[in-house]
């Protein structure tokens, strides 16, 4: 007599499709509920703005954020580590610099955004070497968010971005042979990788958490930091 197999014993093709769909499905899920329940925690939340001090700008683009210092304030001066020589172009009017945090190959190689390609996104989700992006800025408060640090916290920032760059022998921040967007940006090697658990946002969210100042638990979001601070006049 021939024993019929046991249908239940193991699950069909289908239904392992279906599971394996679902399983992918949710981690993007998952992701977007991180990154919401992060963005609402706030870290250094006993930090209120100062009526006085060093006033210091969030710009984003809608899907990255930079932080714009400027050139030279409470005796720390960014132009002997960013010589305007390393920049093709940049007004001599511009007296702020803007700082990011990207993947190389997100930056480099998609200088708009129709330039992304499957790899890119790949890079930028699986992880790759840090980059940092930096750009003489003329107006600092077109579309961008303000936040005034006492100066001890500005110092405290200042101390954090200059430490993510990665030095060379000669103990100078590393530039990178690539045009750049314009005139006025450059790009210099960092330190670290980033990824999709190590945004460019959360980058940013930790300088500021370094410096003191009240912000998000994990935001790899730009929104997830915007919401933050006001608006700049």
Partial sequence: MIRRRNRR???????????????LLSVPL???LAALI???VPVNASWREPSGGQTVYLVSNGVHTDLILPAEAQGLDWRPLLPRRDFAGPDRRA??????MGERRVYLDTPRWRDIRART????SAGGERVMHVEWVGDPQWHARAIRLRPEEYRRLWAGIRASFALGPDGKL???????????DAFYRGLGRASLLNTCNIWTADRLRLAGVRTSLWSPFSQGLEWRYRRAS
């Fill in 9 to 23: 014993s193991r699950p069909g093709l289908p239904r392992l499709a279906r599971r394996l769909g679902l399983a």
């Fill in 30 to 32: 998952l992701y977007a």
């Fill in 38 to 40: 992060g963005s609402l």
């Fill in 95 to 100: 007296q702020w610099i803007a700082f990011g």
């Fill in 121 to 124: 996104l790949w890079a930028a």
């Fill in 174 to 184: 590393r530039r990178i042979n690539h045009p750049g967007y314009g005139p006025d």
